[in-house]
């Protein structure tokens, strides 16, 4: 079974930054970031299409949260800038996505990390 692990998560004030990470055998075309705060559905945050370097970042991060990925290590980051208290969630990498349905929807995705805990304190 493929394997994602994130890593880079952590406690930072708001205002600071902080850069996730994603590696494993499940990294593919198709990646992406979801997130899940404390009581609250997991949502989509930013996918990466590897065959084309495009990316899609979620509306209420755009600006301050970007995706890039290292092809020749395949590595999936995360950088978060200015991150605000209502950015502190679990942050999951996902991939196998879908090549052809690439977005944020959760269920177009196979590979999943276990999670990185980010808690933004005032």
């Known amino acids: 079974q493929e394997q994602l692990v994130e890593s880079g998560g952590g406690s930072v004030q708001a205002g600071g930054s902080l850069r996730l990470s994603c590696s494993g055998t499940?990294?593919?075309?198709?990646m992406a970031w979801f997130r899940q705060p404390p009581g609250k559905e997991r949502e989509g945050v930013a996918r990466l299409h590897g065959e084309t370097d495009s990316a899609l970042v979620a509306d209420n991060v755009k600006g301050r949260f970007s995706i890039s990925r290292d092809y020749v290590n395949n590595i999936l980051y995360l950088q978060m800038d200015d991150v605000k208290r209502e950015d502190s969630a679990v942050y999951y990498c996902?991939?196998?996505?879908?090549?052809?349905?690439?977005?944020?929807?959760?269920?177009?995705?196979?590979?999943w990390g276990r999670g990185t805990q980010v808690t933004i304190s005032s």
């Open positions: 996902a991939g196998g996505g879908n090549v052809w349905q690439c977005d944020l929807s959760a269920d177009h995705y196979i590979h």
């Open positions: 499940g990294v593919t075309a198709c």
